[in-house]
């Protein structure tokens, strides 16, 4: 019997195959089995391009300033209302009458007249002249007698310079505009106006656009009035200069979840606002002005608290250097100076 042998013989111009190694990763070749292509590579390009778009957004938001009160426009009263923080409000029940009806912010330009304001203007500045803080932030403050002088502070009636620099009318006019104020922050928030007094520290402040020097003088820092003195319960503000015309920057930021919302100073213009953490704000830096100056005035008020204070002698001025403090009220006259 004969064994016959196969042979595998080669047509002509045939060669042998080489085999090609699959790259494909294993959803690859499984989508190719199913017999669909799936470019992995491009659906995560895209989400990446989302998020991006996504973060961008948010942060497009979270940046986004709208303007609360402009400068060249004249405000009979403009106000908004917000959610009172749950701190800030289980305070106010502790005191009688002092409840608030409602939280937020406003601003007026009829309350305090021009008069008012000029006198205001000229007691800072003839306080101010007698020292001046070696940075950027410079206070006086009426009642303790606190003066920035240099990188330090000191009692401007001690000084030998200061006798007699403010007068009877002087304290008269500044008692007058803080009664004001007073009543108008308590007519709108509905609190009684009894119950709601001028705190301290009380002072005028001048912020020019040198360096800083202390801590004092970075003024710019967000922060919560409350959370900064515990006595402040109601914060305002009077302009004293004119943002655009006599000073940039400086400009009054409140920082909300939306939006930020400005407040550009105006001379006479008022801002109050509840002082807890509803009201999340800082200053603009000073950058420069035409005369070097921006002049404000704020005014702080609480309620009736171990800070309370003295209601202010309409004598003060003529008190030789015996201060009277003023009641518990935030009551704060800020100078802003570029």
């Excluded at 292509?37 to 491009?42: A, K, P």
């Excluded at 300033?65 to 009172?84: L, M, P, R």
């Excluded at 201060?323 to 570029?338: A, D, E, G, Q, R």
Aim: hydrophobic share 35%.
């Amino acid at each position: 019997m004969t064994v016959k042998q196969r042979t595998n013989r080669k047509s002509p111009g045939s060669t042998n195959a080489v085999p090609r190694s699959d790259t494909r990763n294993g959803s690859e070749r499984e989508s190719a089995r199913s017999g669909i292509r799936i470019d992995w590579r491009r659906i995560i390009t895209r989400m990446l391009m989302m998020t991006a778009i996504m973060v961008a957004v948010y942060f497009s938001k979270a940046n986004k300033t709208v303007q609360f009160a402009k400068q060249d426009e004249e405000i009979g009263k403009k106000f908004v209302e917000i959610s009172c923080s749950e701190d800030y409000a289980e305070e106010l029940r502790q005191f009688r009458g002092c409840t608030p009806r409602k939280c937020g912010r406003m601003v007026s330009d009829s309350l305090i007249k021009p008069g008012e304001v000029a006198a205001l203007r000229n007691i800072a500045e003839r306080g101010l002249a007698l020292g001046g803080s070696s940075g950027g932030a410079s206070i006086l403050d009426l009642h303790s007698g606190a003066l920035s002088q240099g990188n330090a502070f000191v009692n401007i009636y001690k000084l030998e310079t200061s006798r007699k620099i403010f007068t009877g009318e002087d304290f008269k006019i500044y008692s007058h505009v803080k009664g004001k104020i007073q009543h108008a922050i308590a007519d709108h928030f509905g609190i009684d106006k009894g119950q709601l007094y001028l705190t301290h520290p009380t002072f005028f402040s001048r912020i020019t656009s040198a360096p800083p020097k202390t801590i004092h003088d970075e003024y710019w820092h967000p922060h919560v009035d409350k959370e900064t003195y515990e006595s402040f319960h109601y914060t305002s503000l009077l302009y004293l200069t004119d943002y655009g015309q006599e000073f940039e920057g400086g400009r009054f930021v409140f920082i909300d979840k939306d939006s930020n919302k400005t407040v550009e100073p105006r001379r006479g213009r008022v801002s109050a606002f509840t002082s807890g953490s509803e009201n999340l704000h800082y200053v603009e830096q000073v950058t420069r002005g035409t005369r070097s100056e921006k002049l404000q005035c704020t005014m702080l008020f609480s309620l009736p608290t171990p800070h309370a204070a003295l209601l202010l002698s309409d004598d003060l001025g003529d008190s030789g250097n015996q201060v009277v403090i003023l009641s518990s009220s935030p009551f704060v006259f800020s100078i802003l100076t570029n």
